[in-house]
């Protein structure tokens, strides 16, 4: 059984490619999944002006050393720089040292802006807010927007994860019901066997009492006729 039912609830994504549309990270990032690390490969001062927000500054000639020592060879990540040449050279970098799944992030920051992407840094805290920032209907209406442009991905992910949720829920009903019926099953044999030794026991201190009622008539009455036999002195 799983452990973790409500584990269902957030589908489990696809295989990740080899190059992403802004639109898919965008939706993953909405879903509120969180396996996954977002790499800019620019240099720090063009990465604190702006960037995706969420985004790990790691310049390309540190990139491997910082990716080794603080990544897991098998997270997805997804990588961006300056332009298309250095994104696709980052993530050559990546799997070259083991890491299977990199995913080169099409059109990197501009692209991401473009479809309304949250982003930080000095000169996108300058930038007025999109128009669903803070209307929670017009998010919704932009995040089913985003599913259905990252294709059919995200769909078919979202139906596994409800289905497996499903799936999770029945399996863990089915083990309760079970789990209720043997403890029921035992609860009435230890009933059936505490009531068996109960009588047991009380027949037991029947015969006891019984008996002591028999010996003790016994002897009065043995007393009776000692006492009314005459002493051999009078």
């Not at 999109?130 to 139906?159: F, P």
């Not at 079970?178 to 009588?199: F, P, T, Y």
């Amino acid at each position: 059984m799983t452990n973790n039912l409500a584990g269902g609830i957030i589908p489990p994504q696809p295989p990740i490619e080899a190059q992403s549309d802004v639109h898919v990270l965008k939706t993953r990032l909405e879903w509120g999944e969180p396996a996954f690390t977002i790499l800019d490969v620019r240099d720090r001062p063009t990465f604190n002006q702006g960037h995706i927000t969420g985004a790990i500054t790691t310049p390309i000639d540190e990139l491997v050393e910082r990716a080794v020592s603080s990544l897991h060879k098998s997270r997805d990540i997804y990588v961006y720089g300056a332009n298309e040449e250095e994104t696709a050279q980052a993530a050559q970098q990546l799997r070259s040292n083991g890491f299977e799944h990199v995913s080169q992030l099409k059109g990197g920051l501009a692209a991401w802006k473009a479809i309304g992407g949250s982003t930080e840094g000095i000169d996108e805290s300058k930038t007025p807010a999109g128009a669903d920032d803070y209307n929670i209907v017009d998010r919704l209406k932009n995040h089913q927007e985003n599913l259905q442009k990252g294709g059919t991905s995200a769909t078919e992910a979202i139906k596994k994860g409800a289905s497996n949720l499903k799936e999770n829920i029945q399996e863990g009903a089915s083990n309760l019901k079970e789990g209720i019926q043997e403890g029921a099953s035992n609860l009435k044999e230890g009933i059936q066997e505490k009531a068996s030794n109960v009588k047991e026991g009380i027949q037991e201190k029947a015969s006891n009492v019984k008996e002591g009622i028999q010996e003790g008539a016994s002897n009065v009455k043995e007393g009776i006729s000692e006492s009314k036999t005459p002493r051999d002195n009078e």
